[in-house]
Every structure is written in C-alpha cells, then in structure tokens.
C-alpha cells in the first residue's frame, strides 16, 4: 500500500478528491447543462427543489418528533417512537 502511494503521490501527482455532497443524475445534468438545454429544463428542474426541500423539510420535522417522543437507548433504532401519556389518577 505504501508503494502504491508513493508512486501516485510523487510520478504521477494524482489526487483523489471526495465531493462533500453528491449530486443526483437530474441536479448533475442541470450543472452541465448549456443555457439552451437549461431553458427547456426549467419547470422540470423547478419541480426537482420544491420536491427536495419538501422532503428536507419533511426529515427535520420527524427528527423533532423523535427527540420528544422516543426515549434514547442503545441501539435505540429499533425503538419505536411513541408519545407518552399519563394514565387518570396516577
């Protein structure tokens, strides 16, 4: 494994780079695309981030349901959340 580093790093002088997010095929298509192709790609494409933040949204509002509804265990994934409530007279 060294051997394969040290040759990359000093003959060859590749990098290896991790996108911090990726991309679906429809965000990398609109990136590439030429202003002519965006044009014809706008309702479509308008459509794709109303969706995505939807969605976000959607994800944030159960993350806080979780934390006021499951109690946290290890391996607390198998937990199924439940609101909690008080009996009558206890």
Known sequence: MRQYRDVFNTEYN???FKPKKDLCALCEKWKKATRE???????EYGDHLKNYKRVKQLR?????????????????????PFPWQRSEGH
């Open 37 to 43: 192709e965006r044009l014809s790609m706008v309702r």
């Open 60 to 80: 944030e509002e159960e993350k806080n349901l979780q934390s006021v509804y499951c109690k946290k265990y290890p391996g607390g994934e198998k937990v199924v």
């Open 14 to 16: 590749i990098g290896f």
